[in-house]
């Protein structure tokens, strides 16, 4: 298995990103290589010209900055680290692709090289949920689409649904739409619409309407709501983790908000496993984002949306 890493992506690269690279050495399988992206230079002086058995460089000239429009860096930096570990594992050099950089350029990228399952209107982000039963859920989309429609987000439900079943190995994931109430009825037109949809889907288990207070509990395994709305709760969900730690409070629930742990947000819905971590990722954060991408890659979850999409 091999993993690429964009070490010119994030706020603290390279420095953090080479860091947690090194870090995740220590945990990853031995078959496992870290294919690291980027300025060929900077990477061999961090190691010191010794580079481990079970690390590859693939050199890359250019920076995609956090701050540059996606569609607009994209094609005037064709030999950027975004650019070169997208082709990368477009040509299956590698078996997923990790990058804390610029976020945008990572979905254009996506949709433009190993592009979208066909059958898919949208890919989608997703999030982890820690349960207070100690399982774990998702909730989809978290920032990749804004704006959706009933048919997109019905999507999710099934893309989310195949990914817990191989992922976490659930045979049933419980589906449940975010809305401000649990009655059908309840809601705008768009979670009206999507409740229907979701209620005649065979191919999920679809167990209806759950409000914000029930994002913890048992009652749902895929969350399903639009970006915009998924992307404010998984950031204040964040902020409990970094409020807690202010206060100098420690819970084991909690510690399962902070981004380090969890690494990053995999796309669902194209044609490869790619992780998007937090634009501030540091050493364990990269470490953690490389360990979810193994779990990514033996999961094989684009091959099994396109078997259910065939189905």
Same mark, same amino acid.
């Given at each position: *298995?091999?993993?690429?890493? !964009?070490?010119?992506?994030?706020?603290?690269a390279p420095?953090?990103? =080479?860091?947690?690279?090194?870090?995740?050495?220590?945990?990853? /399988?031995?078959?496992?290589?870290?294919? &690291?992206?980027?300025? +060929?230079?900077?990477i061999?002086?961090?190691?010191?010209?010794?580079?481990?058995?079970?690390? /590859?460089?693939?050199?890359? %000239?250019q920076?995609? /900055? $956090?701050?540059?429009?996606? %569609?607009?860096?994209?094609?005037?930096?064709?030999?950027?680290?975004i650019?070169?570990?997208?082709?990368?594992?477009?040509?299956?050099?590698?078996?997923?692709?990790?990058?804390?950089?610029?976020?945008?350029?990572m *979905?254009v990228?996506?949709?433009?090289?190993?592009?979208?399952?066909?059958?898919?209107?949208?890919?989608?982000?997703?999030?982890?949920?820690?349960?207070?039963?100690?399982?774990?859920g998702?909730?989809? !989309?978290?920032?990749?689409?804004? !704006?959706?429609?009933?048919?997109? &987000?019905?999507?999710?439900?099934?893309?989310?649904s195949?990914?817990? @079943?191989?992922?976490f190995? $659930?045979?049933?994931?419980?589906v449940? =739409?975010?809305?401000?109430?649990?009655e059908?009825?309840?809601?705008?037109?768009?979670?009206?619409?999507?409740?229907?949809?979701?209620? @005649?889907?065979?191919?999920? #288990?679809?167990?209806?309407?759950? /409000?914000g207070?029930?994002?913890? #509990? +048992?009652?749902?395994?895929?969350?399903?709501?639009d970006?915009?709305?998924?992307?404010?709760?998984?950031?204040?969900? +964040?902020?409990?983790?970094?409020? &807690?730690?202010?206060?100098? *409070?420690?819970?084991?629930?909690?510690?399962?908000f902070?981004?380090e742990?969890?690494?990053?947000?995999?796309?669902?819905?194209?044609?490869?496993?790619?992780?998007?971590?937090?634009?501030?990722?540091?050493?364990? %954060?990269?470490?953690?984002?490389?360990?979810?991408?193994?779990?990514?890659?033996?999961?094989?979850?684009?091959?099994k949306?396109?078997?259910?999409?065939e189905s």
């Amino acid at each position: *298995m091999k993993i690429g890493i !964009d070490v010119m992506g994030g706020d603290y690269a390279p420095q953090a990103i =080479l860091e947690g690279a090194k870090l995740a050495l220590q945990f990853i /399988e031995p078959e496992t290589t870290l294919v &690291l992206v980027g300025k +060929e230079d900077i990477i061999s002086n961090f190691f010191e010209n010794n580079i481990p058995k079970n690390i /590859e460089i693939a050199n890359a %000239t250019q920076v995609i /900055e $956090m701050g540059e429009h996606p %569609t607009r860096a994209l094609p005037q930096k064709p030999d950027s680290s975004i650019s070169v570990g997208y082709k990368l594992l477009q040509s299956k050099q590698i078996d997923a692709f990790c990058g804390a950089g610029n976020t945008g350029a990572m *979905m254009v990228a996506a949709m433009f090289t190993v592009q979208t399952i066909k059958g898919l209107s949208r890919p989608a982000i997703i999030s982890y949920v820690p349960k207070l039963d100690g399982r774990t859920g998702i909730i989809l !989309d978290v920032g990749a689409n804004t !704006d959706c429609k009933p048919e997109h &987000l019905q999507q999710f439900a099934e893309v989310g649904s195949i990914f817990c @079943q191989n992922y976490f190995k $659930m045979e049933s994931p419980k589906v449940a =739409l975010l809305n401000l109430g649990e009655e059908a009825q309840k809601g705008n037109l768009q979670a009206q619409a999507t409740h229907k949809l979701l209620s @005649q889907n065979t191919k999920i #288990n679809f167990v209806g309407n759950i /409000e914000g207070r029930d994002l913890f #509990n +048992e009652k749902a395994d895929v969350i399903v709501c639009d970006g915009f709305t998924g992307n404010i709760v998984i950031k204040m969900a +964040e902020s409990y983790y970094e409020i &807690l730690h202010k206060k100098q *409070m420690e819970d084991e629930f909690f510690d399962n908000f902070n981004f380090e742990k969890i690494g990053g947000s995999p796309i669902l819905g194209i044609n490869g496993n790619v992780i998007i971590a937090h634009g501030i990722s540091n050493a364990k %954060t990269i470490k953690s984002a490389i360990l979810m991408a193994e779990k990514v890659v033996k999961a094989d979850i684009p091959t099994k949306i396109k078997e259910s999409l065939e189905s």
